[in-house]
C-alpha cells in the first residue's frame, strides 16, 4: 500500500532561521511527488513538484525540496523563513500505476516565533 | 482563469439530512476529483473524473455518497442521510491529463453535521 509520513506533527522556528520539513514515502511505482500548504480554513496551494530529472526542485515563496530515492524521502527546506509562513504542510505522493490520486501525509505544523 | 471554486463553502445540516456540494474546477482542465479531510489529518481521495466518467471510487465512499460529473464540466458530489461521522472539509481538485498529475485544489466546503 502506498503512504507518506511526515514525522514531525509541529515544528517551531524563529523568523530568520532555516526550516526543514520531512517526508518519507513507500510507493511501489516511480513517484510524483508534491509539497502543498494549508493556511487555516483555506484549500491547498501547491509550492512545487517532482516528476523526473533534476533531484533538487524549486518552489514558490522561496521554497526547495530534494528527492532521494535511496532514502525515499522527499524534504522541504527554505533558508529563511518568514513569520507569513506560518501554516500547515503536506506531502503528497500519485503515480499512474495507482489511478492518478495523490495520497497525503498527516501534514505538518509550521509556527514561526519573532 | 479563476481557479477552482466550491460551493458553498460551509454548511451546516442536523443528522439524517442530503446535503450537496458543487465543485468548478479550472475550464481546461479534464480531471476533477474529490477528497475529504478531518481535523488534524491530510486530505484522503474519495473519487476521481475524467471528463464525464467516473473512474475510481474509494472504499471510503459508502453507497451513502455519490458524485456526479454530468458534462464534465462542474461535479457535484451528494451525500444522503447525513451522519456526524460526516463531519469534515470537502476539497475537490482538477487536473489536466497531460500534466503529471498536478492538481489544483479549491477552498473547500467545511460540513457541519449536528
Known amino acids: 500500500a502506498q503512504s507518506v509520513t511526515q514525522p514531525d506533527i509541529h515544528i517551531t522556528v524563529s523568523e530568520g532561521a532555516s526550516l526543514e520539513l520531512r517526508c518519507n514515502y513507500s510507493y511501489g511505482a516511480t513517484p510524483y511527488l508534491f509539497w502543498y500548504v494549508q493556511s487555516p480554513g483555506q484549500g491547498l496551494q501547491l509550492l512545487l513538484k517532482?516528476?523526473?530529472?533534476?533531484?533538487l526542485v524549486q518552489g514558490i515563496k522561496g521554497f526547495e525540496a530534494e528527492f532521494k530515492r535511496s532514502q525515499s524521502s522527499f524534504n522541504l527546506r527554505k533558508p529563511s523563513v518568514h513569520w507569513s509562513d506560518a501554516a500547515e504542510y503536506f506531502c503528497a505522493v500519485g503515480a499512474k500505476e495507482y489511478g492518478n490520486k495523490l495520497v497525503f501525509g498527516a501534514g505538518t505544523i509550521l509556527r514561526v516565533k519573532s | 482563469d479563476t481557479g477552482v471554486s466550491q460551493n458553498p463553502r460551509h454548511k451546516i445540516t442536523k443528522r439524517g439530512q442530503n446535503v450537496t456540494f458543487r465543485c468548478d474546477p479550472i475550464s481546461e482542465h479534464n480531471r476533477l476529483y474529490w477528497y475529504r479531510q478531518t481535523l488534524g489529518q491530510g486530505p484522503e481521495f474519495l473519487t476521481y473524473f475524467q471528463n464525464e466518467a467516473q473512474l475510481e471510487k474509494s472504499r471510503l465512499l459508502s453507497d451513502r455518497f455519490s458524485a456526479e460529473r454530468p458534462k464534465g464540466s462542474f461535479s457535484t458530489l451528494e451525500i444522503q442521510r447525513t451522519e456526524q461521522g460526516d463531519s469534515a472539509m470537502y476539497l475537490c481538485?482538477?487536473?489536466?491529463?497531460?500534466?503529471?498529475?498536478?492538481?489544483?485544489f479549491g477552498p473547500g466546503t467545511r460540513l457541519t453535521v449536528l
Open positions: 517532482y516528476f523526473s530529472g533534476d533531484t
Open positions: 481538485a482538477s487536473s489536466a491529463s497531460w500534466s503529471y498529475n498536478e492538481q489544483f
